[in-house]
C-alpha cells in the first residue's frame, strides 16, 4: 500500500487494530490480576511489567499488518532521534498503557491507545479499555463508535456546550492553573476519571471540555483527537489551533483543551 493512501484506507485497518488493542489488553489484564512491580523512568513517571508486555503485543502486531509502517511508542520512544522520525510521513503512535497511576491503584481507568499519523495528524484512532471491555474508535471520514463488550458498535458524537458545563478532570493531578480555570468558568459539574477516558467521555457527549494545563506526550493525545474529532469535537493548543505531531525534536505537547461540537474560545478563562 503506498504511504499516501493509508487516510483512504484506515477504515479497512480499524478492526486489525482493534483486535491487536483487545489482545494487549488482554496481556494487561493478566498483570493487573496478579502481583506486579513499579519502576519508574528518568522522568519519575512510573512504569510497569504491563506497559511493557502491551508494547511488545502491539509492536508485533502492527509490524505484522503493516510492515512498511514505522511504529513509535512510548516505551520505545528514547530509541529513535528525531532526525529519523522526521522523515516519517505515515507512521503508528502508540501508548501501550495510558494511565499506569491508575493501573497501580487498581481502579480500571487505564486504557491502550493506538493511532495512525498521516501528514502530522492522526487519521485513525482506537482507544480500548481492559476492565471494562469498551473500546473507542474512529477514522477520517468514518466517524468514531463506542462499543461495549459484547454489544456492536454505536456511533458517537459529542454535544454542544451546556450552559453549566460538565468537566472531565484528571483523578490523579490537579494544579493552581487548572484551578483557577475552573474557577473563570464558573458553575460547572465534574466527572472525574482517569487516562484518555476524559477525551473520550468528550466524544461521547457525557462532557463538555476536559482541560489539560501540565505536560503530557504526543502518544497521549493522538487517538483521542481522531476519535474526538471525528465524533464533531475539538483538541487544540490553548492558542485554539488543533494539535500537530512529529514536527520538532520533543514527543511532549503544549497545554491542550478537549471540547464538544460548539465552538468556544476556552483560552478566554485562562
Known sequence: MAADSYSRECGKLLQPVIAIAREAGKKILEIYDGNF??????DESPVTEADIAAHHVIIDGLKALTPELPVLSEES???IPFGERARWHCYWL???????REFIKRNGEFTVNIALIEGH?????????PVSGICYFASRRCGAYRQEKGEGPQQIHSR????TPVIAVSRSRCNP?????????????????????KSCL?????????????????????????????????ITDT???????NTKPSLLNPDFFVFGATWRDWSRYL
Open 121 to 129: 495528524a492522526p487519521v485513525l484512532g482506537v482507544i480500548h479499555a
Open 239 to 245: 492558542r485554539m489551533q488543533p494539535l500537530g505531531y
Open 177 to 197: 492553573r487548572h484551578e483557577r480555570l475552573l474557577e473563570k468558568i464558573g458553575t460547572h459539574e465534574i466527572i472525574a476519571v482517569g487516562s484518555s477516558l
Open 94 to 100: 502508540v501508548d501501550p498503557l495510558d494511565g499506569t
Open 77 to 79: 520512544a528514547g530509541d
Open 202 to 234: 468528550v466524544a461521547e457527549g457525557s462532557a463538555d471540555l476536559y482541560a489539560r494545563l501540565g505536560p503530557t506526550s504526543e502518544w497521549d493525545t493522538a487517538a483521542a483527537q481522531c476519535i474526538v474529532e471525528q465524533a464533531g469535537g475539538h
Open 160 to 163: 454542544a456546550t451546556r450552559e
Open 37 to 42: 512491580s513499579v519502576k519508574h523512568k528518568p
